[in-house]
């Protein structure tokens, strides 16, 4: 059986999809890494919304999906980038869905850290920029979850240099109750992000960073560092105070980061483990045992599918991981809230179908060809 195509030039290609999946074990615990993978949410396909319509959201088919990432020993980063947050997923749709998703960890014995951010208010005060983080940091250790204070876009624009990062954060880390996870989003990921901890000069800005953590390192569990930047991550994290961990936040470069070197490595919370779940888990039980070749070998083949998704616009990325869970079967319906799976071409999804079939990562392989095929005919390719 062979599929046709589009690329991006307007022509078909033919395709012959593989028939089985890539084998991969499930359930024995992560050891060597702590690993992360950040969720999507499912959107409601019946709710009458439009795309500036609060978040209706299908919570049984989106908790599903995270007892499918627990199932292989994952822990689950909730509420995050990409759950749309932001982009898609108001506060009000997020404090449930870190609400609903610690519940379930609870009941499953799931890791779950969840995000802490301001999207309550759109600007303010510092005043009222720390109290929405007050809020939602109250929410999350309510929620028995671990809590990753995430980037600001209301802090961005009312910060009048590093001292307000100084001070807005440290007030919040004296309040945590447990280590934190601090969460720096590069403006790739997120416009409103630029010159994040006080300046567009990423060596300053780092500066910044580091004397955060370095006022209150028993508050920080660790960094997730999302800047696409390898070597940057790999000098931050060199320069980290001893116990406080790095967690990989570079959908580019994560097999070298989380490999790491004869100085260190990163653990890893990333988007990109979505669609990867069980793959990412097979090759860190293989690095578990100390093979770091096999561990390479299984993940670098992953990185062509990731670039792929995460090109720019990289804040789009969030469209290719839903399309791959549904062609994958996690969910019944290619639809996200906000209306995002218009986000992306024709071409880019064939050929993130033909990159994901190509790894092994669809369980089955046949209903991935008929979705995509279903997919092709509402854009009027015939087959």
Not at 125 to 150: F, H, K, N, P
Not at 359 to 374: I, N
Request: charge should be negative.
């Amino acid at each position: 059986m062979t599929i046709q195509l589009p690329s991006a030039g307007g022509t078909l290609r033919t395709y012959e999809p593989r028939t089985e999946p890539l084998a991969v074990t499930s359930g024995t615990p992560l050891t060597s890494r702590t690993v992360f993978s950040a969720a999507h949410v499912v959107a409601d396909p019946f709710a009458d919304v439009s795309p500036d319509s609060p978040a209706a959201v299908d919570w049984d088919a989106t908790l599903a999906f995270r007892r499918h990432l627990w199932s292989h020993g994952l822990g689950v980063a909730e509420a995050m980038d990409t759950a749309q947050r932001g982009m898609g997923l108001d506060w009000a749709g997020a404090a449930e869905l870190i609400r609903r998703s610690a519940a379930e960890a609870k009941a499953v014995g799931g890791r779950i850290a969840c995000g802490v951010g301001t999207d309550q208010i759109t600007g303010g005060t510092l005043a009222e920029i720390r109290a929405a983080y007050e809020e939602q940091l109250a929410l999350v250790e309510e929620s028995g979850a671990q809590a990753i204070l995430m980037a600001s876009r209301a802090l961005a624009a009312t910060a009048s240099g590093p001292e307000d990062y100084l001070d807005v954060y440290g007030h919040l880390l004296r309040q945590a109750t447990e280590p934190v996870v601090l969460h720096w989003l590069g403006p790739m990921f997120d416009p409103a992000l630029e010159g994040y901890w006080g300046s567009t000069d990423l060596d300053a800005a780092t500066d910044v960073f580091l004397d955060v953590i370095a006022a209150h390192p028993d508050k920080v569990d660790g960094i997730k560092v999302s800047l696409l930047d390898a070597q940057r991550e790999i000098d931050l994290r060199r320069r980290l105070p001893q116990g406080v961990r790095c967690y990989t936040g570079d959908d580019f470069n994560y097999p070298e980061l989380i490999a790491g070197d004869a100085q260190g490595f990163s653990h890893a919370l990333l988007g990109i483990f979505d669609p990867l779940g069980p793959l990412a888990a097979q090759a860190v039980r293989i690095l578990d045992t100390g093979d770091t070749a096999g561990f390479r070998a299984l993940l670098d083949p992953t990185v062509e599918l990731s670039r792929h998704l995460f090109q720019t616009p990289t804040r789009f990325y969030k469209t290719g991981v839903v399309f791959l869970a549904w062609l994958a079967g996690h969910q019944a319906h290619f639809t996200m809230v906000g209306g995002l799976q218009s986000a992306r071409s024709l071409p880019h999804f064939a050929r993130a179908y033909e990159l994901a079939d190509g790894l092994g990562l669809f369980p089955d392989p046949k209903l991935a060809e008929e979705r995509m095929k279903t997919l092709l005919a509402l854009y009027g390719v015939s087959q």
